[in-house]
């Protein structure tokens, strides 16, 4: 069965401070990848994307995540967070390119001005 | 893209009732899900909502508590019935874009069972 990983539960960090969210999951064949990010208050928007070719993919905001096969991870990184980026995190695998997402349990990060 | 419309937003309900959410999406998607969120939880796959057909439940999750209906392309509706405070929580509907992998969720439904 497909599972997904987040290693942390809840990270605070100073504005400007570099960012790196691990992920990583369990699934034997293709899969899709994805990280979401939800907002206080607000629902579950995409940041990026990995369905196939450059395993380095760009999102929205400045983020970034890197899918390495052989670790099963797609690690989400930004290299300086700011106060609006306080939100919860979550990362979600698909088998495939169709049917549901599974999700892990998400990352609070908090950043502090 | 698709935007996901759901109602209600949010609503307090009596325990032993029923609440029935509703879920519009503005262009047809191929496949559309119900997600529970429950308080400080990620988020779980109730069912997949299949057009015309019976939902199709995942692990834990029975048709005679949380029924679903998919008339067409664009709407679906997720009962909770006979609802007790373990219910409370945030539904949510979610759908595949055509043509695209993408997956796009509703802005929720948060349910508080007193």
């Known amino acids: 069965a497909q599972s997904v990983s987040q290693h942390n539960h809840h990270v605070i960090l100073s504005e400007a401070a570099s960012l790196e969210l691990g992920c990583n999951y369990s699934?034997?064949?293709?899969?899709?990848l994805f990280w979401y990010v939800q907002y206080p208050g607000q629902h579950l928007q995409l940041l990026l994307k990995?369905?196939?070719?450059?395993?380095l993919v760009k999102g929205i905001k400045g983020f970034e995540a890197e899918f390495i096969k052989s670790k099963f991870s797609f690690n989400l990184r930004k290299p300086s967070v700011q106060w609006s980026d306080t939100a919860e995190y979550f990362c979600?695998?698909?088998?495939?390119?169709?049917?549901?997402?599974?999700f892990g349990k998400g990352t609070k990060l908090s950043v502090k001005p | 893209s698709a935007v996901i419309s759901q109602k209600p937003s949010r609503d307090i309900c009596q325990r032993g009732t029923s609440l029935t959410i509703q879920c519009q999406v503005d262009s047809q998607v191929t496949m559309m899900f119900w997600y529970r969120q429950q308080p400080g939880q990620s988020l779980t796959l109730i069912a997949t909502?299949?057009?015309?057909?019976?939902?199709?439940?995942e692990s834990g999750f029975v048709i005679d508590k949380f029924p679903i209906s998919r008339p067409n392309l664009t709407f679906s509706t997720l009962t909770v019935s006979n609802m007790s405070p373990e219910d409370s929580s945030i539904y949510l509907c979610s759908g595949t874009g055509q043509g695209t992998a993408e997956q796009y969720f509703g802005p929720g439904t948060r349910l508080t069972v007193t």
């Open positions: 699934y034997g064949g293709t899969v899709n």
């Open positions: 909502a299949n057009q015309g057909s019976e939902a199709t439940y």
């Open positions: 990995y369905f196939s070719g450059d395993p």
């Open positions: 979600a695998v698909r088998g495939g390119s169709q049917g549901n997402l599974i």
